[in-house]
């Protein structure tokens, strides 16, 4: 069952996501930037996505480089979801996925660590 919620109050679960992640990993993120959008047009199941250079693989070729994106899909998430609790628990599993990508964290080690 999908779960009715405005896009104010998802854009609120997913800043309270990002407060949740240490500061000494929030200091560390480096030109990137995190947007709400309803769905991944090419994969509409898609939760979320980043989409950039990690910065295990940032050299001293990179500068001046436009922002890498995270993207959290709203409609996607609240397909899933059976309840408001439920979306809260997602949209922090989906943020902290999403981040550790940033850090060059692949999806096999995410789903070992249980953020998969």
């Not at 990993?25 to 980043?50: C, I, K, Q, W």
């Amino acid at each position: 069952m999908t779960v009715e919620m405005t896009r104010a109050r998802f854009d609120e679960l997913v800043e309270e996501a990002l407060d949740l992640v240490p500061p000494e990993f929030t200091h560390a993120m480096n030109n990137v930037v995190v947007l709400v959008e309803d769905r991944n047009d090419v994969e509409p199941s898609l939760l979320g996505l980043y989409q950039g250079i990690a910065l295990t693989e940032r050299n001293t070729d990179y500068g001046g480089n436009l922002p890498d994106h995270i993207f959290i899909y709203r409609e996607a998430i609240l397909d899933i979801c059976d309840s408001e609790e439920d979306v809260v628990e997602e949209v922090t599993i989906t943020v902290v996925h999403e981040i550790a990508h940033h850090f060059g964290v692949d999806d096999a080690r995410l789903h070992e660590l249980g953020w998969g």
